[in-house]
């Protein structure tokens, strides 16, 4: 008997094991798709995203949600982890956007990171859209918009 139950609760908690980790989502999504951008077709492709969960949160809330999206870009490992690294050397903390797409692709036939980020106005929401394209070799900023 009392191996029956030992056995039904390690059923249970691998059942659970399985549903919280199939449940877990990354506050940024990375995608590597190599897809050829223009300035026109970067913010086209912006404007058709959905918003991010983090849309119209408080901007206080901005500084956690942006280290939550950079760590999980450091454990996407290899170009998710790069992009990181850009972000926090490009956009030191204290911050008030947060980035939740991130593409590597050309544009305008150079390699480059294409960075989608929600932002605020200080004591505001997130609520905001921008759109940041870096060299990827460099770090040049190529070209930035926003779009809401």
Not at 31 to 50: F, I, L, P, R
Not at 66 to 83: N, P, T
Not at 95 to 108: G, L, Q
Request: proline fraction near 4%.
């Amino acid at each position: 008997m009392r191996l029956r139950r030992h056995a039904v609760a390690l059923v249970l908690l691998a059942v659970l094991a399985v549903g919280v980790s199939g449940c877990a989502s990354s506050s940024v999504e990375f995608v590597d798709s190599g897809t050829a951008y223009t300035a026109q077709t970067v913010t086209a492709a912006v404007d058709s995203t959905d918003k991010p969960a983090a849309w119209g949160r408080p901007v206080s809330d901005a500084e956690e949600l942006r280290h939550e999206a950079l760590v999980d870009l450091r454990a996407m490992e290899g170009q998710a982890a790069e992009v990181a690294d850009l972000l926090t050397t490009q956009f030191p903390e204290p911050a008030r956007s947060v980035p939740y797409y991130v593409e590597a692709a050309t544009f305008e036939e150079t390699p480059a990171w294409v960075i989608v980020e929600v932002w605020g106005s200080d004591g505001g929401s997130l609520d905001q859209t921008r759109v940041w394209v870096f060299d990827s070799e460099t770090d040049e900023v190529l070209f930035t918009a926003a779009i809401s």
